[in-house]
C-alpha cells in the first residue's frame, strides 16, 4: 500500500488528523492496533476548548456536538462547604467550553471517514515504522500470518501514551519529564441526572472530588483514592457515600444516586516527551504528552497538536513548504507546556496531600481563598480553562 500520511492510532489525534488533511487533499491511511468497538468503549473526558470544537465544525464533524453537546459559560469550585462559581465567560470576554464526551467526537470522526472513504485498518497488530531518517519511510504490521507494508512520505504517532512512534525515536535524543501524582481517580459514570447544571471541581480534606456529566441523564463522577485501591472494595453505595461527604450540604442533599455504568479507577500523571518529531515521524496527542485530568486539557491539547501538524502538512503539500514541519515540535512544545502548567497547578490545588502537612494544607486554603476573591486570579483560571489561543 502507498499514501501520504501513513498515522498511527485511531483515536481523536489520528482521526481528526485523517480527517483534516483529506479534506485538504491529502491521503492518509489510520492502522489502529485494537477494534473500533474496543476504541469507543473507553471511557474518556468530555470538556472541548472552543479551539477544538472550531476544527470538529470545520472539519465537517461538528453537527452532532452542536445539537447534543452542552455550552457551558461557567465553571464551580466547592470547598470550606460553599460552592463558587468561576463565570468564564464575563472573566475571558464571551467564551464558553462544550460539555460532550469525547468517546462522542472519536464516534463521530470514525462516522466522517467511512462516509468519505476515509482508511481506517483495524487490529493492526506490531505496528513498526521503519525508514524515519529517509524520505520513503514506510510502515508494517501484522495481519494475522501477513506482514503488511504501508510506504508513506510521512508518519504521524498518534498512537498515545503506550505507543510505538515516540519509542521509535532514538533514544539519546529524546528527552521525557515526568510527575506521577500519589493518587489516583475512581470514576463513575450513572444514569443519572446531573447533580448541578454546570461542572464542580470540589476540594476536601477527605480528598478531590469532580462532578461532571455527559448528558442531562448521564453523569460522570470521580473522587481521589489512594493509588492502590481495588476497585472490587468500591461498591457503589460506598462511592456515592464518599462522594457526598466531600461536597458542599447543598450539593450533597441534592445528589441523586443509581447504579455505576462504569468504574474504574486511574492514575494521574504529568508527561513531556522533547522533541515531537525526528526525521519524517511526527507525535500527536497523548503520544508525546500526557496531562493530570484535572484541567480537562488531555483531548484539547491532541487538537492543537494536530492543528499544527496538518497546517504545516498542508503547506508542504500545497506550497513545497518546509518551515511548518521544522518548527512543529516547538510550535506545539510552546502550548503544550502552558497546558501542563495549568493542569499540575488544578491538581496541586484541589487534591489533598497530607505529606505537606498543616502548612501545605493552609497554603491551599489560601490559595483558593485568594483565587474566588480576585478578579485577577479567576481571569487566569478562566482563560486557561476555556483554552489559550492555538
Ligand atoms: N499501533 C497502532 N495503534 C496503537 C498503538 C500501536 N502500537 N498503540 C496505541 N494505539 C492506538 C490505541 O489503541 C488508541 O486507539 O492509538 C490510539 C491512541 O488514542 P488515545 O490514547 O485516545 O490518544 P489520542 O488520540 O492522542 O487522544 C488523546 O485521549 O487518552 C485520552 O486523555 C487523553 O483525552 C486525551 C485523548
Ligand atoms: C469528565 O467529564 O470526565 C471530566 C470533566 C472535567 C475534567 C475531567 C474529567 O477536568
Not at 157 to 184: I, N, Q, T, W
Not at 246 to 257: F, G, S
Not at 375 to 382: G, Q
Request: proline residues 4%.
Amino acid at each position: 500500500m502507498k499514501t501520504q500520511v501513513g498515522i498511527i492510532g485511531g483515536g481523536p489525534s489520528g482521526l481528526l488528523l485523517s480527517q483534516i488533511l483529506h479534506l485538504r487533499g491529502i491521503e492518509s491511511v489510520v492502522l489502529e492496533k485494537r477494534s473500533r468497538d474496543y476504541v469507543l468503549s473507553r471511557i474518556r473526558a468530555g470538556v472541548l476548548e472552543q479551539g477544538l470544537t472550531d476544527m470538529l465544525r470545520a472539519a465537517d464533524v461538528g453537527a452532532r456536538m452542536d445539537s447534543e453537546g452542552e455550552v457551558h459559560e461557567g465553571v464551580n469550585l466547592a470547598f470550606g462547604g460553599q460552592l463558587h462559581r468561576i463565570d468564564l465567560a464575563d472573566l475571558t470576554g464571551g467564551k464558553s467550553v462544550m460539555v460532550y464526551g469525547q468517546t462522542e467526537v472519536t464516534r463521530d470522526l470514525y462516522a466522517a471517514r467511512d462516509a468519505m472513504g476515509g482508511t481506517v485498518i483495524h487490529d493492526a497488530e506490531d505496528v513498526t515504522p521503519h525508514g524515519l531518517d529517509s524520505d520513503a519511510p514506510w510502515l508494517t504490521w501484522r495481519k494475522g500470518d501477513e506482514i503488511m507494508r504501508l510506504d508513506c512520505d510521512f508518519i504521524a504517532a498518534c498512537d498515545g501514551f503506550h505507543g510505538v512512534g515516540r519509542k521509535s525515536m532514538p533514544r539519546d535524543m529524546l528527552r521525557e519529564y515526568e510527575k506521577v501524582y500519589p493518587f489516583g481517580w475512581l470514576g463513575v459514570l450513572s444514569r443519572t441526572p446531573p447533580v448541578h447544571e454546570e461542572l464542580i471541581y470540589a476540594s476536601h480534606e477527605r480528598g478531590f472530588a469532580l462532578c461532571s456529566m455527559r448528558s442531562k441523564v448521564l453523569s460522570r463522577y470521580y473522587v481521589q483514592c489512594p493509588l492502590d485501591d481495588d476497585i472490587a472494595e468500591w461498591s457503589d453505595d460506598r462511592f456515592w457515600e464518599e462522594l457526598k461527604r466531600r461536597l458542599p450540604e447543598e450539593v450533597a442533599d441534592a445528589l441523586e444516586t443509581g447504579p455505576s455504568i462504569e468504574k474504574s479507577i486511574a492514575p494521574l500523571r504529568s508527561f513531556v516527551a522533547e522533541p515531537l518529531s525526528w526525521g519524517r515521524l511526527f507525535l500527536a496527542g497523548d503520544a508525546g504528552h500526557i496531562v493530570p485530568p484535572t484541567g480537562a486539557k488531555g483531548l484539547n491539547l491532541a487538537a492543537s497538536d494536530v492543528h499544527y501538524l496538518s497546517e504545516a502538512l498542508i503547506a508542504h503539500y500545497a506550497e513545497g513548504s518546509e518551515e511548518g514541519l521544522k518548527s512543529y515540535s516547538d510550535r506545539a512544545l510552546r502550548r503544550i507546556w502552558k497546558a501542563e502548567r495549568f493542569s499540575w497547578w488544578m491538581t496541586m490545588m484541589m487534591h489533598h496531600f497530607p505529606e505537606n502537612g498543616g502548612f501545605g494544607q493552609r497554603m491551599q486554603t489560601a490559595e483558593l481563598d485568594y483565587l474566588v476573591n480576585s478578579r485577577a486570579a479567576m481571569t487566569a483560571l478562566a482563560e486557561n480553562y476555556v483554552g489559550l489561543p492555538f
